[in-house]
């Protein structure tokens, strides 16, 4: 069975950096595809960014200058770099991967002076 484990929220200043971290235990399919969800106070959960087996990536045009996805090289472990945070940014983190499905628990990230 599939787990992921986040990591990496809390509380930073505009302007300021965080690294979210989703540890998969268990076996994931080797095509798989492993993403970043966000959700937003009073909205619905988005994607922000995504990557493949082969290592491409795609972000959401809202963060492509400022985040960074990627995994470390088992492919365990999927990463959310976070620069030049802001205020809207704030919210809880979702990890995802494929297949099987699974969510991670979510993290909260709030971005505040």
């Known amino acids: 069975q599939v787990q992921l484990v986040e990591s990496g929220g809390g509380l930073v200043q505009p302007g300021g950096s965080l690294r979210l971290s989703c540890a998969v235990f268990?076996?994931?399919?080797?095509?798989?595809?492993m993403a970043w969800y966000r959700q937003l106070p009073g909205e619905q959960r988005k994607l922000l960014a995504n990557i493949s087996e082969t290592g491409n990536t795609n972000l959401a045009e809202s963060v492509r200058d400022r985040f960074t996805i990627s995994t470390d090289k088992a492919r365990k472990t999927v990463y959310l770099q976070m620069n030049s945070l802001e205020s809207e940014d704030t919210g809880v983190y979702f990890c995802y991967v494929c297949c099987p499905e699974k969510w991670g628990q979510g993290t909260q990230v709030t971005v505040s002076s």
């Open positions: 268990g076996r994931i399919s080797s095509r798989f595809a």
